[in-house]
């Protein structure tokens, strides 16, 4: 059921997910502290009666809108895959579905979902994804 695309098997693929995860993790950390910068500018603008198309162009409202949307995206690619690979090494270490619904608070038909989405992520070719 489990078997791993990468040399190291099921450890080293959690490890290199959790990598990105956490990649992602800081990513999305400085978009969102760049949002809530700008979020409070637009509010000063629109509190003081500014145009608020003048201050939406002035801050780049059309690049940094959807640059955040694509890294609450990608973090949450990472971390599902992340989440994956750890229940992938669980599984390697003798843990039952339902010692990781038990584990993770989730119910036996999402690890059983879980347990297909790793079948099907580990019969990937590798560089496939």
């Known amino acids: 059921m489990i078997r791993s695309t990468t040399p190291g098997g099921v450890r080293d693929a959690y490890l290199h997910a959790s990598l990105l995860h956490l990649?992602?993790?800081?990513?999305?950390?400085?978009?969102?502290?760049r949002h809530e910068a700008i979020s409070n500018q637009v509010?000063?603008?629109v509190a003081?009666?500014?145009?608020l198309a003048d201050e939406l162009r002035r801050?780049?409202?059309?690049?940094?809108?959807?640059a955040l949307s694509d890294s609450i995206r990608s973090f949450e690619r990472c971390r599902h895959l992340a989440r994956l690979r750890l229940i992938a090494?669980?599984?390697?270490?003798?843990l039952t579905p339902g010692d990781i619904g038990r584990l993770w608070?989730?119910?036996r038909q999402l690890v059983a979902r879980y347990l297909k989405e790793i079948d099907e992520l580990d019969q990937d070719p590798p560089g496939a994804s």
């Open 59 to 66: 801050q780049g409202s059309a690049d940094w809108r959807p």
């Open 105 to 107: 608070g989730i119910t």
């Open 43 to 45: 509010m000063d603008a």
């Open 48 to 51: 003081s009666g500014r145009p």
């Open 23 to 33: 990649d992602a993790t800081h990513r999305l950390y400085q978009d969102l502290a």
């Open 89 to 94: 090494v669980g599984l390697d270490e003798g």
